[in-house]
């Protein structure tokens, strides 16, 4: 059974940065997109970033967030800086064993979710 598992959230003060990572234990055979979501109380989950050979961002995340990939260790992690309080959110990270197609895929895409790690924005 495969898990992933986030850390790196926090408290951090308007324009700091946080390092969020996620790494897939258990059987994996291959990993195709990786990518990571956040969501808020009340709204639905949205796309942060997506890593698969390309990488694909929402527009609130370019330009301030990184996200990168180790193939070897099936790990992704996503490098936050000048973060806005509109960043708080929990963020999940995912992961999905078989290519759905090029480009941007959805959440129904992916196989496997982590449990979420929260990230506060305040001052």
């Known amino acids: 059974q495969v898990q992933l598992v986030e850390s790196g959230g926090g408290l951090v003060q308007p324009g700091g940065s946080l390092k969020l990572s996620c790494a897939a234990s258990?059987?994996?055979?291959?990993?195709?997109?990786m990518g990571w979501y956040r969501q808020v109380p009340g709204k639905q989950r949205e796309f942060v970033a997506q890593?698969?050979?390309?990488?694909y961002y929402a527009d609130f995340a370019k330009g301030r967030f990184t996200i990168s990939r180790d193939n070897a260790n099936s790990t992704v992690a996503l490098q936050m800086t000048s973060l806005k309080p509109a960043d708080t959110a929990v963020y999940y990270c995912?992961?999905?064993?078989?290519?759905?197609?090029?480009?941007?895929?959805?959440?129904?895409?992916?196989?496997?979710w982590g449990q979420g790690t929260q990230v506060t924005v305040s001052s």
């Open positions: 890593a698969t050979g390309d990488t």
């Open positions: 258990g059987i994996i055979f291959r990993v195709d997109h």
């Open positions: 995912a992961v999905s064993e078989v290519w759905a197609h090029d480009g941007p895929v959805s959440p129904d895409d992916y196989d496997h």
